[in-house]
Nanobody
Framework: QVQLVESGGGLVQAGGSLTLSCAVS????????MTWHRQAPGKQRELVAT???????NYADSVKGRFTISRDNAKNTLYLKMNSLKPEDTAVYYC????????????WGQGTQVTVSS
């Protein structure tokens, strides 16, 4: 069973930065796509950023230019570098893995809370 463990969340002031990490049990390369999602209170979970095994990146418009997704294949770890944080970025952030090895269903981490104060 795949395990994804996020870390790095916390409280930060608006304009600040945080880097989230997601440790993947097994080889991160076994997944076609790694993703970060977030869910704010009372809102649906939304896709924030994706990175493929070929290092192709995509971002939600709301975070484009501020967030950077990356992966360290040797460490089997996914990252999300978040700059210029805004109060509206406050949410629980989840990493997820998806691909042929998962039957194209998401495997989720437990989430990490990010709170941005104004």
């Amino acid at each position: 069973q795949v395990q994804l463990v996020e870390s790095g969340g916390g409280l930060v002031q608006a304009g600040g930065s945080l880097t989230l990490s997601c440790a993947v049990s097994g080889s991160i390369l076994s997944f076609d796509v790694m993703t970060w999602h977030r869910q704010a209170p009372g809102k649906q979970r939304e896709l924030v950023a994706t990175i493929t095994s070929g290092e192709s990146e995509n971002y939600a418009d709301s975070v484009k230019g501020r967030f950077t997704i990356s992966r360290d294949n040797a460490k089997n770890t996914l990252y999300l570098k978040m700059n210029s944080l805004k109060p509206e970025d406050t949410a629980v952030y989840y990493c997820a893995a998806i691909g042929t090895t998962t039957g194209w269903r998401y495997y989720w981490g437990q989430g990490t809370q990010v709170t941005v104060s104004s």
